[in-house]
């Protein structure tokens, strides 16, 4: 035991109903190797997914400082609010959380400790973990040691796992890539996530067998640890040392993540080949209109996999999210609602963040107060986030006004910048700009007639204002007051759509669309062009 080892602390946490029956878990790897050296999980009975994921945390250091006192901790979490929150750069405002930060604060002094946002495909052996406690939970038993499969489930996992998917969270291109992965295998046992419903109890299965978890990056080497004495005294932990110690087993250091890209309800370069085109955004013509708690910890020596970590699939055999795959928990769900009508609209002139920033006409403040009584029926809004642009400002404000919520503005769901078109048209951009506006049609990538914003460079902006407001609202149900380009961008990433379907989307006046985003990066289109609160 030396001051200079240096130890990994990878923790979960998960709550089925958020808040509802609750638990976590936590590993803890030498960061030399990637061996791992202690497993901790429990659980705690009904709580939420934050509370579950702060307790973990502080089981996950705990189970450190009794192995190492003097080590150094790297922490690594898929929850961006604990690391965010613990590495001083969020507050904390939660009163159940406050107690367990400060709790997980003293357990190491603060110079030692650094926290890592990594995504939530390479934290499942602590997720497993989290699993494997909620279910035994869930029989009225406490997790043991000595039935967790999570170590050598995470190696089968990886090494049945097809190569991995990319993209952003809401990008349809990693999901459906998940989904032919999942069912190009051979049949498996659907393995749940940390804040899933409940999946089949895993004490007593079977070691290493394919598909029983999602693929992470602790993965073991089934087989390498053998079960050595077990005791315990009454009030203490369950530990169980291995054979194979603390300082055996080969193998490269995991890689470490980039970073986060963290009820109701990266653009595509492909070229457009509608036959029938007409312009999207929003100009005011919508487009298509122009044509019981216990803790228990475990000690091992299993090693990790020789490779480095990759960011993994789900496993071969399980289905993917939506049919008997793994509940991830509540999602991030975006109501999406365009502004009220502006005298723009009846003209259909293309109207963007480029041009006079028209306030809503009369009819357009009907709009505004018919959809915010909707809402206040369905009570599910939690929080408002609206364009900078007036009129969706005012829409925004009646139904602030409606739910006793605040607005937030953000600059990232402003509308297209059309340039030299603004207040223009479309007839009258053909007459005057036919060159440019065949290109425009033609191609994402081509903007508008003077310095406005091509279709590729809002949909880049659009997927970072997506993947900031995904990872800061996770769980939670958000109106997002915007515009025509920004709405159908956010459903065409979700569906993995390409660029034309812009074109062949309707999108009225005040009308309602939603999102849900998943914390695995799947997304779910729950509605478009809702209107029936106008009529």
Not at 351 to 366: K, W
Not at 377 to 399: D, F, K, M, W, Y
Not at 495 to 521: H, N, Q, T
Request: aromatic share 4%; glycine share 12%; hydrophobic share 40%.
């Amino acid at each position: 035991m030396t001051s200079a080892r240096e130890l990994v602390v990878e923790a979960d946490g998960g709550s089925r109903g958020n808040p509802g029956p609750a638990g976590y878990g936590a590993v803890v790897l030498d960061a030399a190797t990637g061996e791992t050296l202690a497993e901790a999980a429990e659980y705690i009975g009904v709580a939420t997914n934050n509370v579950a994921e702060y307790k973990g945390l502080v089981a996950g250091l705990k189970a450190a400082r009794e192995l190492f006192p003097d080590a150094t901790v790297h922490v690594r979490m898929d929850s961006k609010l604990v690391v965010e929150q613990m590495s001083g750069r969020w507050k904390i405002k939660h009163p159940d959380m406050k107690p367990l930060a400060a709790e997980a604060g003293r357990v190491f002094p603060a110079g030692r400790v650094r926290y890592e946002w990594i995504p939530r495909e390479r934290n499942k052996h602590a997720d497993r973990l989290a699993n494997e406690a909620m279910d035994a939970g869930r029989l009225g038993r406490r997790w043991e040691p000595s039935g967790s499969t999570a170590s050598l489930d995470a190696s089968a996992a990886r090494n049945a796992a097809a190569p991995p998917p990319s993209g952003p969270p809401g990008d349809a291109r990693a999901g459906a890539a998940r989904a032919r992965a999942a069912l190009s295998g051979t049949a498996g046992t659907p393995s749940t996530g940390a804040a899933g419903a409940s999946g089949t109890p895993t004490a007593g299965t079977s070691a290493g067998t394919p598909g029983t978890s999602t693929a992470g990056t602790s993965a073991g080497t089934p087989g390498t640890s053998t079960a050595g004495t077990s005791a315990r005294t009454p009030g203490s932990p369950a530990v169980r040392t291995s054979d194979a110690g603390t300082d055996t087993g080969a193998g490269a250091r995991p890689t470490t993540g980039d970073g986060p890209n963290d009820g109701l309800f990266a653009a595509e370069d492909a070229t457009a080949t509608s036959s029938t085109p007409v312009a999207s955004g929003d100009f005011e013509a919508e487009a298509g209109a122009l044509a019981p708690t216990g803790h228990a910890a475990r000690t091992t020596g299993a090693t990790r996999a020789d490779a480095p970590a990759s960011t993994p699939v789900q496993p071969r055999g399980t289905a993917p999210q939506g049919w008997a795959g793994p509940d991830m928990g509540a999602p991030a769900t975006f109501v999406l609602l365009r502004h009220g009508e502006t005298a723009l609209t009846p003209e259909k002139r293309f109207s963007g963040s480029g041009g006079s920033d028209p306030e809503l006409s009369a009819a357009g403040l009907r709009q505004a107060e018919a959809v915010a009584a909707a809402l206040a029926a369905r009570g599910t809004i939690q929080e408002i986030v609206s364009s900078p642009l007036t009129r969706c400002r005012q829409t925004a404000a009646a139904v602030a006004a409606r739910l006793g919520l605040d607005v937030r503005i953000e600059q990232g769901l402003r509308e297209t910048d059309f340039g030299a078109w603004e207040g223009l048209t479309f007839g009258e951009v053909r007459e005057r700009y036919p060159e440019d506006l065949d290109a425009w049609l033609a191609s994402p990538k081509a903007a508008p007639t003077g310095g406005g914003e091509s279709f590729a460079t809002v949909a880049r902006r659009v997927a970072a204002t997506r993947d900031r407001l995904t990872a800061a609202h996770a769980g939670r149900t958000v109106l997002l007051v915007t515009h025509v380009t920004p709405i159908k961008t956010l459903v065409r990433l979700a569906l993995g759509a390409p660029p034309e379907s812009l074109f062949r989307m309707e999108l009225s006046a005040a009308s309602i669309s939603a999102v849900a985003y998943y914390a695995d990066g799947n997304a779910s289109v729950r509605l478009l062009n809702d209107t029936s609160h106008l009529r």
